[in-house]
């Protein structure tokens, strides 16, 4: 069983579908299959970048991709659950018991309020997700019922993560209308998720630096 083939599997893209018809429904930001391929794909790019085995690539893929799946039972303790619920699924495609622990490990440690990095798939699940802000994973279309974290999103016009072996650096880089949205806004939301990068980061053995409208934060 490969990332290629966890792709199409029915079981998993329909928890991942109904997990962000769930928070649609809560009045959350996008978690739709766009985050879920996202994520897959910048979790592999940060491990490969780094050279680690194809193996710890693959299943730093395989966590992104359904990472979120527990948010088809709630978005409370979703990490926890949707560890368990991966750990079922890829047990029953006959995943190896070994890649199966890691990759659990990763969804389980992925939420900042009870999570860490734990292994270089984890770390790289964090980096990816934590990441992964911008103005299209608004939903409500009201701008003036917006919560902080539609502002914050709805603020981010450009986006990206880049990582650099040479200097062993992973640099988040962001553009922000601050007619939206102040640095200080961003801070106030997402610090405990630029934390929880730092240490992913340095789990990997790299630093973190977060760049917002050119200018060095981080």
């Given amino acids: 069983m490969t990332f290629s083939e966890i792709l199409k599997n029915e079981e998993i893209n329909s928890y991942i579908r109904h997990g962000d018809l769930v928070l649609a429904t809560l009045g959350y930001t996008e978690h739709s299959f766009f985050h879920a391929k996202k994520c897959a794909d910048v979790a592999g790019y940060i ?12 299943n730093a893929k395989i966590a992104g991709y359904i990472h979120d799946i527990g948010n088809a039972i709630n978005r ?51 980096l ?36 650099d072996k040479k200097e062993k ?20 939301i997402f610090l405990d998720r630029m934390l929880m990068c730092r240490r992913a980061a340095d789990f990997l053995k790299t630093t973190f630096s977060l760049i917002i409208n050119g200018t060095r934060i981080v």
């Fill in 76 to 126: 409370h303790d979703h990490a926890h659950t949707g560890a368990i619920m991966a750990m079922s699924i890829l047990k029953g495609l006959n995943f190896p018991i070994d890649d199966i622990a890691v990759i659990v490990g990763a969804i389980g440690n992925h939420d900042e309020e009870t999570g860490t990095a734990v292994s270089s798939v984890s770390a790289a699940l964090i």
């Fill in 169 to 188: 650096k992973i640099t988040l880089s962001l553009e922000i209308d601050d007619g939206i949205c102040s640095v200080m806004d961003y801070f106030e």
């Fill in 128 to 163: 990816a997700d934590k990441s992964d802000v911008r103005r299209s994973r608004v939903r409500n279309t009201d701008f003036a019922s917006f919560d902080k974290h539609d502002r914050v999103n709805y603020a981010v016009t450009a986006n990206s993560l880049v990582c």
């Fill in 47 to 58: 491990l490969s970048e780094l050279g680690y085995s194809e193996k710890e690539i693959e």
